[in-house]
């Protein structure tokens, strides 16, 4: 029996895969530098990375043995989605390498300078002419660079000093039901720019469920102080966790400081001074850090520390409740997310599937809210992630055409495997 394979095929198994990179991971102009960043003024002593080089490989290419060749190159950015197409050389006569140089700039795009702003991506593109790269399955390759630098302090508006208020301006971390409280930080702007900020309060119980999540948006100018607030009444007695999140806004979730948070304990008005029967034991709630025990005796309660508790117990004093033994139990019980990324560029002004991008590839761990993060990793250079995360579920975004919600949940002491396949769109 004789195997005929397409002709296409047939060059495929004879030829190279082209590859394109450039020089460097990131560039940036004197107004991103991180003395421009702190002072608004460019120094003479400033250094630039603007000059972007971009190599192509491909000895399909090399098309005339006794010259040098040259291929076009489309170059785009997050700010310049047109694009402009520059022209790479090749570096030797049949070398079958080929490099093109653009100019970035934070002006208007030109025939050899690209327009970018800090935070950009910078983005590349080169089409083979093979004949076998002529079908469907082969659209281009791409490769991919940062614009700006990172500068300390990498907090763009910093927040500190978290507070729960009372309407005459005190601070408490143990307060009544029904009552309002104004939950408060300080942020502040260290930047010469003004910049748009969103704060968000986040509230959770002892299961972890949101008991309130609330927020207000806003923009500071340089060098300004502010104390943000928002109010919430507590409805249910309990154990709570206030997380205050900083981003520039609930569209773009990009963190401008590290979360901040602080422990808070709601009683019942009477529950702080009065003891209560068995019957009625589960409406008291000891704050963090302390257990309630039951006296056997006369089933009075007592908010002791863990360990004392335990030697209470052990000596017959009296009894844990099942919320404590809860607690106990599943205090500081952790597992691991772990798995393997697959994942690819889409997109561009023609529509061009790059190859893999799984390594150092961003893994973001969600609370079952959808919104705030509780877990972020790289994967490595095997394009393998690992996370530790307390037991529980939890959500991660996955990118094919649509966005799409993945639930995953985490046991104690066990590793779940989570594999990652994204197809990432771009301009």
Known sequence: MVLLLPFNTILAQNETQPKIEFDQAGYFTKKMTCNFYNTGKIST?????????????????????????????????????????????????NSGIFKGIVTISEGQSTQDKIHVSDGDTLSARYTSTTPWSLGTTNRGIITTAFIGTSCPPLERVPASSIRVLDNKGNGHNIITVDQQVMITSDIVNPTTKNQTFTYIVQIQDKNGSIASLAWLSGK?????????????????????????????????????????FTDLTVLHDSATYKKSAIGNVENLHCKLGFELVIKSKDN??????????????????????????????NREKNGTLSGVV??????????????????????????????????????????????????????????????????????????????????????
Not at 232 to 250: A, D, H, I, M, R
Not at 302 to 329: E, N, P, Q
Request: net charge negative; charged share 15%; hydrophobic share 35%.
């Open 45 to 93: 002593q400033d250094q630039e990375q603007t000059r972007a080089t971009i190599i192509v490989t491909d000895p399909n290419a090399n098309k005339f043995s006794t010259s040098i060749d040259r291929v076009t190159v489309y170059v785009w950015s997050d700010s310049d989605h047109k694009g402009i197409e520059i022209t790479a050389y090749e570096t030797e006569v």
């Open 220 to 260: 500071m100018l340089p060098n300004q102080a502010f104390s943000p607030s928002v109010s919430w009444t507590p409805s249910k007695v309990g154990n709570y966790v206030v997380n205050v999140f900083v981003w520039e806004s609930l569209t773009n979730p990009n963190a401008l400081s590290p979360p901040i």
């Open 300 to 329: 009075s309660p007592a908010c002791v520390m863990s360990d004392t508790a335990k030697k209470l117990i052990s000596r017959g004093w009296g009894t844990f409740t099942a919320s404590s033994i809860d607690r106990i139990d």
């Open 342 to 427: 697959s994942a690819y560029v889409y997109g561009g002004p023609i529509g061009t599937l790059s190859p893999n991008r799984s390594v150092h590839y961003e893994i973001d761990v969600y609370a079952t809210d959808g919104v705030t993060i509780v877990g972020k990793t790289l994967s490595d250079d095997n394009a393998y992630y690992s996370v530790q995360l307390p037991a529980g579920n939890y959500i991660i975004y996955t990118y094919n055409n649509t966005k799409q919600t993945h639930l995953v949940s985490v046991s104690s002491d066990k590793n779940t495997i989570f594999n990652i396949s994204s197809i990432l769109a771009v301009p």
